[in-house]
């Protein structure tokens, strides 16, 4: 039996204190809303109790935030796309944010296991002077488990409307792709971090946020496998391989903390149950 889930999450400016509030039908919930940095920004844990999905489930996340707010989503541990017989499992994920509201977007990782066949969507519709920074982190297979990803498909589509798109699909099959040069050169983990505005980037911003992101990539053991660019006006986008999620991981968070100091004059503060 497929499952269908969807979760709708609105934050908004009350006075000084930003809230949550959601509504969910099925399994897809907001397990914890916590205050770590203080009233004005607000931490949400994102929970899917069956841990996974199977060919024919969907998950269906909306999220917005009105003008002034400041969400942060997480979640507890790593989502999962399992084998399928043949239907596609499907993650679709929109966040609208309102003039002036910022979100972080920080799932940990999905796992493609052998045989999936699995679809990743986000859409991105920002308001001038909203800013988002969010991540994306696969791992194709677990190496370390010897379960190497041998067969299936992920489909990966990131998009903020009018001004980037970036959509691919990674065959298990196609060697060319998993392991030459050109393509994964033999990594198993590709993740992109990416910074994302409602305006065109100021120059001089655009810039900080780039050099902020260089350094951190120049100190880092994966400095031959990461990259930070600006692909279109409103983005900067870094990008990494890695053999496995947790040196891929361990470089967004830096890079994450060094765009919030540098350019929102906020503390590097890592969400409570990356320390669980």
Known sequence: MAWHARLSLDYRREADRCVARFEHDGPLRILQTLYPE?????????????????????????IRAGAGAHGLITTPGASRFYRSDGETAAQRTTIALDEGARLEWLPLEA??????????????????????????VTALGLPEANLPFLHGS?????????????????????AALMD?????????????????????????????????????????????????????????????????????????????????TGLWDLPATLPRTWAL
């Open 38 to 62: 203080g009233d004005g920004i607000c931490h949400n844990v994102l929970v899917h109790p069956p841990g996974g999905l199977v060919g024919g489930d969907t998950l269906e996340i909306a």
């Open 154 to 174: 992920l489909l990966q589509h990131i998009e903020l409307g009018g001004a980037w798109l970036e959509r691919g699909r990674i065959a298990a099959g196609d």
């Open 180 to 260: 030459g040069a050109l393509g994964l050169a033999g990594q198993r983990c590709i993740a992109t971090l990416f910074l994302a505005t409602g305006s065109d980037w100021a120059r001089a911003r655009r810039d900080l946020a780039l050099e902020l992101a260089r350094d951190v990539i120049a100190a880092h053991p994966l400095a031959e496998m990461a990259g930070a660019t600006a692909p279109g006006p409103r983005v900067v986008a870094v990008r990494v391989l890695a053999p496995l999620v947790e040196p891929a991981l361990s470089l967004l968070k830096s890079i994450r903390g060094a765009w919030r």
């Open 111 to 136: 796992i493609c296991y052998s045989g999936c066949i699995a679809e990743n969507h986000l859409n991105l519709d920002l308001a001038p002077g909203s800013e988002l920074i969010g991540w994306d």
